[in-house]
């Protein structure tokens, strides 16, 4: 088998994959020296530099597997390369400790005013004053995100003294106390953090998920953390921040435009920056190589991919009955995850009618992958999805009736917390996933794009005023759906819209009497 590797990779995942194939390296390619070339090899080994795209795809005749030594799989159409059945697999574990180092590291080096102080005596001057710094014991750090490199970045900070409070919506109590991490809103760590550092996927519900509202909040004096993706602070809004002095200081690794040498960041002596450094040690770089390598070889020699992105592992005769729940048990996944409020602890996943009896493993799978990708974004795939609920001590039960009411199979998943639940109900009509329930509301949905949810009382003059709010907004409505309730009960509604809703305008549409609460949920990729 042939093996194409288009990007620099490290000696010790080239040797591995040389051991079992024939490997070209071939750098800097272009689209269309790629589409020649890409014919006949079986893997395509990259890093960032390549992009993948769907005419490169199309063209690969024989290609079994795309290897990203690496996390992000931006630079890789997924949906192309899922149609034609190529495995898109990632090194999502390589360069954590990496990333959670440097993060400690930009941390230290803004306290203590280390490479300004480096600058100034390496053109010989020697002013002590200036570079007064603070000590990071007993300071309160704010982590946003506490995945695999923000819970690292815990343990560390733990070590140096610091207090720890944590936001993730899919983070159990008992794994933050583990983590020693006391749970809070974004806003409430706003408020009280003396460091907050950011460990998210950039996501919809991630970008700019510090702006001017949360740093009005903050502590005068607070420094800022980013090592994780550019476009989740915003960075006009840091900008202003640190002009007026609210933000004391800011350590940054990664912009929205790279390389960032418009951005006003750069102007500020107070903050100090490195180019997209977090994964940048020569331990990372080996650990990515020997990674995806390992990959690479398990797929070529019939075996399975540990972080497959796109392609649950299903045995070829079963796909056909249950590709189509495997889609269904992914959006109702996503729905139920952001129809939630807050952190949850169980997820029960239940299995009726003739669905019951066939190996329901991959459908499970594909539900977690659904509900945890909506927070924590592309790194979330078929095989790790299970060990990230584990890890985040998040209880998944599964349970199977033969019996069925109304459709010959369903599945339903219930999030469960300690304070509230939330129940979606769907099945299959002509190889379409369909949402038949959502808590005890009986609704006949085919989900797509963006939905908004609202639960409101069923009298007149409700909905009508609901589509005025959209209307004047310039959003069309595609779809709509009521559930069934008796007059003046309450039940859910569900509009499809073809247009983004901002937070203003959901607000909006809750604040119509007789809305008692309206969420978008969107199945759209960010």
Sequence with gaps: MKVLVSDSLSNEGLEILKEHFNVDVCTGLSEDELVEKIKGYDALVIR???????RIIEAADNLKVIGRAGVGVDNVDVDAATKKGIIVTNAPEGNMISAAEHTIAMMMAMSRNIPQANASLKAREWKRNKFMGVEVKGKTLGIIGLGRIGSEVAKRASGLEMNLMGYDPFISEKRAMELGVKLATVNEIAKEADYITVHTPLIKE???ILDDEQFGLMKKGVRIINCARGGIISEEALARALESGKVGGAAIDVFVEEPPFASPLLNFDNVIVTPHL?????????NVAIDIAREVVSV????????????????????????????????????????????????EIGY?????????????????KGLLEMALGAGVNYVNAPTLAKSRKIAVVESKSESAEEYSST??????????????????????PKIVSVDEDKLDIFPAGRMIFAKHINRP???GPCCLVLGKNNINISGMQVGRSEVGGVTMMVLNVDSDVSDAILDEVSQVPGILNAKLVTLLKS
């Excluded at 960032?48 to 769907?54: A, H, L």
């Excluded at 592992?313 to 056909?320: F, G, L, T």
């Excluded at 009618?353 to 977690?368: F, N, Y």
């Design 48 to 54: 960032s530099g390549t992009q993948v795209t769907q």
């Design 411 to 432: 599945m339903s998943i219930r999030l469960t917390s300690a304070e509230t639940s939330k129940l979606v109900a769907g099945t299959v009509v002509g190889d379409e």
């Design 278 to 286: 977090g994964a940048s040690t020569q331990e990372a770089q080996v």
């Design 352 to 368: 009726n009618g003739e669905i019951s009896g066939k190996d329901t493993r991959p459908l499970t799978v594909s539900a977690l």
């Design 300 to 347: 070529l020699s019939g075996g399975l991919a540990k972080n497959a992105i796109n392609i649950p592992s299903v045995k070829p005769e079963a796909m056909a009955v249950l590709a189509p729940y495997i889609r269904l048990a992914e959006i109702m996944g996503k729905i139920a995850g952001q129809l939630v409020d807050g952190n949850y602890e169980k997820v």
């Design 206 to 208: 991630t970008r700019n």
């Design 461 to 463: 003059n409700v909905i």
